[in-house]
């Protein structure tokens, strides 16, 4: 469910850029005639030479997870921010935050990895029904508080609904686009 737009006719000695919608991966090439390449998120710009880095884009939310290189934030009205390699800045709830992350954490989904760390159960709906586009409800506010500590398969659906059901007292109902999780009272 991720978008990106950009114009397809790029000129040497003209900046390059795109805008994200949802979440992707950037390996940029630094140019010869060092072109700048922006991307455009709903909270701020990121100003990239030649580097790799994440970027998340959705729900009123947008950061960015430098993996190498460096990048610059610009935000209209605030200070320029340098990033470096394992940084993260995060917009959300009209602030913005630097931190150091551990990457792994946050781009495991290149490896087709879920990595819970503690995760709600309300929240692994939200990224399955992100990822996948269907729709996912949860059934009782006590299964939607309950965490997971795991690293899961995410390039099947099937298969992680699956390691979901076989987990933390849960059950997995799943019919066509529409799944329910409810706590199993076997």
Known sequence: NSTISFNNKWHEGRTRE???RGEAFFHVKKMPSHDKFIVHTDAFDIEVTGTSFNVTNKDGKSSIILKEGSVKIHRPGEEEILMKPGDMVEFSNEKI??????KQDYMSWMDNKLNLDN??????????SEYYGVNVKI?????????LTAIMPN?????LLEALDAMHELRVIRNGDSITIASDNK
């Open 18 to 20: 795109v805008w994200i």
């Open 97 to 102: 935050q630097k931190k150091i992350v551990t």
């Open 119 to 128: 995760t709600s159960v309300a929240d692994i709906a939200k990224m399955i």
């Open 139 to 147: 059934d009782g506010a006590n299964t939607a508080n309950q965490t």
């Open 155 to 159: 390039d099947n659906l099937d298969v």
